[in-house]
């Protein structure tokens, strides 16, 4: 099992920053890859980016590039998502997301589907 918290979430206007934190514990050592995924009300939950764990390798969706970066701490088991020149339509609650799978394809991590470990959610809201 993996436990993640998030953190950082807050009221922002638009074309300011915001970083977000996931704290991992428990078989961290099993993990593959992170990924950050967002839920606006009424909407699905939709990909953000991703991040492997031990290569440092990433990938975003195509509406954050440029603006979202994510990395991670390995020494502290933590992800971060760094966004950067938000936008109202970011608003939405964000979570991150742990899997100990390896697919071949990194688009596959861009389903929710593929990940069995989730966090509880950090409301961002950007006001205009």
């Known amino acids: 099992q993996v436990q993640l918290v998030e953190s950082g979430g807050g009221l922002v206007q638009a074309g300011g920053s915001l970083r977000l934190s996931c704290a991992a514990s428990g078989r961290t050592f099993s993990t593959n890859t992170m990924g950050w995924f967002r839920q606006a009300p009424g909407k699905e939950r939709e990909f953000v980016a991703a991040i492997r764990w031990s290569a440092g390798t990433t990938y975003y969706a195509d509406f954050v590039k440029g603006r979202f970066t994510i990395s991670r701490d390995n020494a502290k088991n933590t992800v971060y998502l760094q966004m950067n020149s938000l936008k109202p339509e970011d608003t939405a609650v964000y979570y991150c997301?742990?899997?100990?799978?390896?697919?071949?394809?990194?688009?596959?991590?861009?389903?929710?589907?593929?990940?069995?470990?989730w966090g509880q959610g950090t409301q961002v809201t950007v006001s205009s």
């Open positions: 997301a742990a899997t100990s799978t390896q697919y071949a394809f990194f688009q596959e991590y861009r389903y929710p589907y593929r990940y069995p470990y």
